[in-house]
């Protein structure tokens, strides 16, 4: 073979063996940022959701305190999210939140406070959140 045709094929050699490094290093950045980006978006999702839930329990909770359980109605937005809760969170926080659903459910079961009252004032449930909140925490940390 000639002395030119080899110059040629190693500097067209040359040249594919850089346009595919380049294309595959552009590649793999795209993907990892892409990735990455997929993943933050889970979290905010799931910090959202979380604190929704967060939200609607604590009212709940304050109205079962006082009130007695007249209107099951109170009850869909919790419901609705903890099916959210079952699509985008870990067992372990759904477990926690259906906790949560069932304690709320007790208090409306007893009498309802006199907060006039300062013998009626104690609760015993006013950490009703915790477990859930630490699940979440931890969920988040990982």
């Not at 030119?4 to 346009?19: E, R």
């Not at 590649?27 to 905010?44: E, N, P, S």
């Not at 949560?100 to 007893?110: C, N, T």
Request: hydrophobic share 45%.
């Amino acid at each position: 073979m000639d002395n030119a045709y080899v110059s040629a094929v190693a500097a067209l050699a040359g040249s594919a063996i850089g346009a595919i490094a380049t294309f595959a290093t552009t590649w793999l950045t795209q993907h990892g940022q892409a990735r990455a980006q997929r993943v933050g978006q889970a979290m905010a999702r799931r910090e959202h959701l979380y604190g929704e839930f967060i939200d609607e329990a604590s009212k709940l909770f304050t109205d079962a305190l006082s009130h007695e359980f007249d209107d099951p109605s109170k009850f869909i937005r919790l419901y609705a999210l903890t099916g959210k809760l079952r699509l985008f969170a870990s067992a372990d926080i759904v477990s926690k939140a259906e906790e949560v659903m069932r304690l709320i459910v007790e208090i409306y079961d007893r009498p309802n406070l006199d907060f006039r009252n300062p013998d009626s004032r104690r609760v015993d449930e006013v950490d009703l959140l915790r477990a859930f909140s630490d699940a979440c925490r931890e969920d988040l940390n990982v």
